[in-house]
Nanobody
């Protein structure tokens, strides 16, 4: 059983930065592709970023390009989402997701394991 625990959320002013972490337990991280999704108030959960099992494949939503970076440290069983130049519209609960062989990195239904989420609030 794969367990995912996110951390690093909080309240930040517009233009600020946060680094989210997702620690994986129960299985070896290197066996899983990882994704970050977010769900804002009254919105559907949407794709933010993903990283392949090898770490070579990196995928970002248009809204995240040039501002967010996804990375993984398999030795620490942890995936990170570095978020810079944050905007009020980035306010959401951010979820970490994992799957061994997602047929699409962009679709939430392709991931079998999810964390509980961490709240990110960006004030204007």
């Amino acid at each position: 059983q794969v367990q995912l625990v996110e951390s690093g959320g909080g309240l930040v002013q517009a233009g600020g930065s946060l680094r989210l972490s997702c620690r994986v337990s129960g299985r070896t991280l290197s066996n899983y592709a990882m994704g970050w999704f977010r769900q804002g108030p009254g919105k559907e959960r949407e794709f933010v970023a993903a990283i392949s099992r090898s770490g070579v494949g990196l995928y970002l939503a248009d809204s995240a390009k040039d501002r967010f970076t996804i990375s993984r440290d398999n030795a620490k069983n942890t995936v990170y989402l570095q978020m810079n130049s944050l905007k009020p519209e980035d306010t959401a609960v951010y979820y970490c997701a994992a799957d061994q062989y997602p047929s699409s990195y962009y679709l939430r239904e392709k991931y079998g394991y999810w964390g509980q989420g961490t709240q990110v609030t960006v004030s204007s």
